[in-house]
């Protein structure tokens, strides 16, 4: 497990808006509002392209359209996530397209100036089916972390950059490490530590004979990670 401690601690977002959320689609947490606090105060221009990968209900597509993307574009691998997305994006009146599949999908439509994700990240024994696929991500937690990190620089315009959230025990420095090595610029900027949530607590014993997290532990930080391409 990989600790981050230059990072400022940043608030969760302030402003939590009621979502539809069909059963199996990932509820919103403590991760999403995160990254939509931080994306608050990252300086995305006005009228950009925006990707969100594992959109989910797609709060992170309507906060973006909300601070003024001129696009938004959401992915998911999930038909309900994107029926969610559809009917909440049009309640709201935000320019935000629904798009079924994963990376391959989304670099059609790019590049993007901003890309944000929120993907599965939560290490699992066993592989990931139903409803787990929005959370359980492979023995060490980084089957989607992987590719999203080596993808980026094929999704993000020059300019641009990405945004990505996960848990430290999915390990922020090898995300890092692969995003350099896709000729992005990576950079921690923002941490937060929050208590196990009911996965995490039933997973615990795994976690710990894994390595993954110390005896005892029931905590874990969440990380921010930018990414920008020159």
Known sequence: MTAISNAAAIPLAPARP??????GVYRPQHDTWMLASALSTSGMPAGARVLDLCTGTGALALAAAAHGAGSVTAVDISRRALAAVWVNSRLRGFPVRPLLGGLAEAARGGPFDVVLANPPYVP????AAGAARAWD???DGRIVLDQVCAGAASLVAPGGYLMIVHSAVAD??????QLRAAGMTPS????????FGPVMRARAAFLEAAGLIG???????????RADRP
């Open 18 to 23: 009621r979502l539809l959320r069909p059963p």
């Open 124 to 127: 699992s024994p066993v592989p």
């Open 137 to 139: 991500a492979g023995p």
């Open 172 to 177: 922020p420095g090898k995300s890092l490490e």
């Open 188 to 195: 921690v900027v923002a941490t937060r530590s929050i208590p």
């Open 215 to 225: 005896a005892e532990q029931r905590h874990e930080e969440l990380v921010v990670i």
